[in-house]
């Protein structure tokens, strides 16, 4: 073998093995992995505030995500999880605000930062024993588990676990900054306490719970029963829909039956109908012609006569018209002459009436002014008046008595006074009609003329005065009334 082929083998077995190194030396970080490069010498600083000397360490390289190439014999490559960590925390006896002893049980979820600071601050603290994560983040939340537990009572605790969460998170997240892990979440699993506290807090509630619980039961069971009788109910109602369909379809069935057997009668019934009304339609027709020719023959010339015989009447009432008023106009020309007539004849009679009526007047005036005077006069001379005014009718009254006695012609006295009875007739007469004027005047007569007797010439001179007063005069000693 040649020397060249040989120093050509050589170069391509070295290039392999530098190949091969830096492929093995080439590191990549994985999702959830830091890789922490060590090999740089830290350098002295001073702090610029508190003039503190340290060591910097920022030399250390930290790779989060990507690739590194760790110098052989130089450097040192140390990898980090940073994946989440599920701690459960577990605390008991916590004493609460109230003095109660509570048992609290939660998780938390816990990782290391993601920045090259926390990195730096976890890998210095947990890198050779990052299983101490866990139990450092029991610590710290035990902490301040039983410190937020001290300012709260078990009622708060219970009815807001989130706020109470949230302060227990607040209370520990200072220390776990500051070993370069971020407590992502916690959670309060349980939380229970010594004795029978929670069961006598939560009894009320279990109570009212409870007879919700009995109410909506009872509310169900009633909602139940009023479904199944519902459904019973319509299922009656669907019962007798079928029922009463069954009976309608049947009914029908019948009628079509019916209808189909009663077809063949219907139809001959139809046909005769059919018949019946052209022949009623003929029997129209030749009444209608039998009526056109009585119309022609009868109706008309008898109208027509009619007719004539009205117009002969209408003109022979309408003449007598005529002639009546002619003869109304001549009677009334010959009235109205007659009646100027009997006008004059009335005018005459009335005007005699009239004074005939004046005469009357004027005669009953003066006997009523007689009268008047009269009455005057028997006013003032009372008695002696009246007695003049009866002596006065005392003739009369003989006369009157005897007249029945002048109209017989023979007379025949058969008395045995002889002929002096028909004086005493005449007398008696004469009485009795002075008792008739005493009975219907209730003037005593008799009296009177003793009343007279008994006045002497007093009475005489008075009643001769009161005549000549009346209009009376005095003739042989009898006063006289005169009109």
Do not use: C
Request: zero cysteines.
């Amino acid at each position: 073998m040649s020397p060249v082929i040989i120093a050509v083998l050589g170069i391509g077995v070295l290039a392999v093995l530098l190949a091969v190194a830096v492929v093995t030396r080439y590191k990549v970080a994985g999702p959830s992995e830091a890789f922490i490069v060590t090999g740089r010498r830290g350098k002295q600083a001073t702090d610029p505030e508190t003039g503190q000397v340290f060591t910097d360490n920022s030399g250390q390289k930290v790779v989060v995500g990507g690739g590194v190439f760790v110098v052989p014999f130089v450097q040192q490559k140390f990898s980090l999880d940073l994946s989440s960590r599920h701690i459960p925390v577990a605390v008991r006896g916590a004493v609460t605000l109230r003095g109660v002893k509570a048992h609290l049980e939660g998780v938390a979820i816990v990782k290391v930062g993601g920045n090259e600071d926390s990195i730096r601050a976890a890998a210095q603290r947990f890198l050779r024993q990052q299983g101490g994560i866990v139990g450092f983040t029991q610590e710290v939340l035990s902490g301040a588990l039983r410190s937020i537990v001290g300012r709260m009572s078990v009622e708060d605790i219970i009815r807001d676990r989130a706020a109470f969460a949230g302060q227990v998170a607040e209370e520990a997240e200072a220390s776990l900054s500051g070993q370069g892990l971020v407590l992502d979440a916690f959670q309060i699993q349980d939380i229970t306490t010594e004795g029978s506290y929670l069961e006598d807090l939560g009894r009320p509630e279990a109570a009212r719970a409870k007879q919700e619980a009995d109410i909506a039961e009872a509310v169900a069971r009633r909602a139940a029963e009023q479904a199944r009788l519902k459904a019973e109910e319509e299922i009656a109602i669907a019962q007798r829909t079928f029922e009463l369909k069954q009976a309608e379809i049947k009914a029908e069935t019948d009628e079509a039956k019916a209808r189909a057997a009663a077809a063949g009668p219907l139809a001959r019934a139809a046909r005769e109908q059919e018949v019946l009304s052209e022949q009623e339609k003929v029997a129209e027709r030749q009444a209608a012609l039998t009526d056109r020719e009585l119309d022609t023959q009868v109706r008309k010339p008898a109208d027509a006569a009619r007719y004539r015989a009205e117009q002969e009447a209408e003109a022979r009432r309408i003449a007598q018209v005529k002639e009546a008023e002619a003869e109304a106009d001549r009677a009334r020309l010959t009235g109205e002459g007659e009646k100027a007539h009997r006008a004059a004849l009335a005018a005459a009679v009335r005007i005699e009436g009239e004074a005939e009526a004046a005469a009357i007047g004027a005669k009953g005036a003066a006997e009523a002014e007689a009268m008047h005077k009269k009455a005057d006069a028997f006013a003032r001379y009372g008695d002696a008046a009246v007695l003049q005014m009866l002596v006065g009718v005392l003739p009369e009254v003989v006369a009157k008595a005897s007249e029945p006695l002048s109209a017989v012609e023979k007379m025949t006295i058969i008395s045995t006074d002889g002929a002096g009875q028909l004086a005493r007739t005449v007398a008696d007469n004469v009485a009795q009609g002075v008792e008739l004027l005493n009975a219907t005047t209730g003037v005593d007569l008799t009296e009177l003329l003793k009343k007279l007797g008994a006045s002497g010439t007093d009475g005489k001179a008075a009643a001769a005065t009161a005549a000549v007063e009346a209009g009376s005069v005095t003739v042989n000693g009898r006063i006289e009334v005169t009109d």
